[in-house]
């Protein structure tokens, strides 16, 4: 059955960077499109970067030219590289995977992980 494993989250000062990692296991990984989302309490769950199987990427206007995300088809694993973190990044941080889109949709994505907590103060 499909797996998806975030880690990496934690508590960081405004202007900090952190890296959160999705382990990824269950499907062909290579073949999927994958995202990040985030949710923070009282807001709906939002997207923030995209990557399809071919590497192209999408970002939200928010996060771009601060977060990076990329994936390692070797090792079945999705990354998101958040540098300049401000106090409105703190949210849950969400691994997604689709088979049909990298666009930031809700929707657009069956398989999630369980979250991890990023927290910028």
């Known amino acids: 059955h499909v797996q998806l494993v975030e880690s990496g989250g934690g508590s960081v000062q405004a202007g900090g960077s952190l890296r959160l990692s999705c382990a990824a296991s269950g499907f062909t990984y290579s073949s999927y499109c994958m995202g990040w989302f985030r949710q923070s309490p009282g807001k709906e769950r939002e997207g923030v970067a995209g990557?399809?199987?071919?590497?192209?990427?999408t970002y939200a206007d928010s996060v771009k030219g601060r977060f990076t995300i990329s994936k390692d088809n070797a090792e079945n694993t999705l990354c998101l590289q958040m540098n300049s973190l401000k106090p409105e990044d703190t949210a849950i941080y969400y691994c997604a995977a689709g088979a049909w889109t990298y666009e930031l949709t809700v929707s657009a994505y069956p398989y999630w992980g369980q979250g991890t907590q990023v927290t910028v103060s």
């Open positions: 990557i399809d199987s071919e590497g192209s990427t």
